[in-house]
């Protein structure tokens, strides 16, 4: 088996401050990672570390075998599949599904002059179909709702089947069933003998989906635990990292958690 993403001894400090301190972490190919940790822990920070998006001050990050700040890294990002906000916010809202989707095989968020060939076409259908969004190819990105904008992105994000593939919040702010309608879409592709290594950043246990294999549990910047899913999210570690005593349940592979009364 071989290592993804591999942090040793990572420091990230900005404005005099460690935002992520002395982090050890192995990602292997058929992991399926979830971070879970409170506003501020640091989660977006390790996703843009593994991104390529951002060098630690300290310590060494090495992704899909190359380590950052001794390769190139235009040469690395495209062998990574990325969904977020900041990503959603790049995409013209005045681009068609189809083409949001298809501008990830040139690396590009809107389409100029590049020419894409019969291939990317094909590819960009058979995602928007995986991703059951076929029928929004038409329709323009700034026009969707947030659920269908959010599974746009994570279609966007597997359109180039990337090494290495990296989802934000993937389900925040959706509604319950647009949560779980994705949260289905993301266990059967999570279980697919193709899908590349995966790590999700999330607020909430109950947005784990089934097929998650390992968590990342972080407060202020540190590992409180990590580990193989079902022997990292107990309630001992979860009161740990969210700070105050929590319960929590697991039924069929998915997650509760609430405060102890
Ligand atoms: N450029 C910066 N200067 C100062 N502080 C920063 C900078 N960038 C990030 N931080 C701080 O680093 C910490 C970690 O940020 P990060 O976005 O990684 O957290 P997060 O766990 O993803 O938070 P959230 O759940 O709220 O999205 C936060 O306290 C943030 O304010």
Redesign the pocket.
Known sequence: MSEVVKFSDVRVV??G?P??DGLNWTVEETDRWVIL????????????LAAAQLHPSSGSVEVLGERLGRTDVFELRPRIGIASTAMARQLPGEELVADAVMTASYGVTGRWNESYDEIDREQAEAVLDEWQLSGFADRLFGTLSDGEQKRTLTARAVMTDPELLLL??PSASLDLGARESLLASLSEYAASDFAPAIIM?T?HVEEIPVGITHALL?RE?RIVAAGPLAETITAANLSETFGLPLQVNEQDGRYTARAVS
């Not at 940790?37 to 843009?48: C, D, E, H």
């Open positions: 900005r404005s401050r935002i992520l940790g409170p506003n501020g822990a640091g989660k977006s920070t390790i996703l843009n934000d919040e950043v607020h972080l910047g």
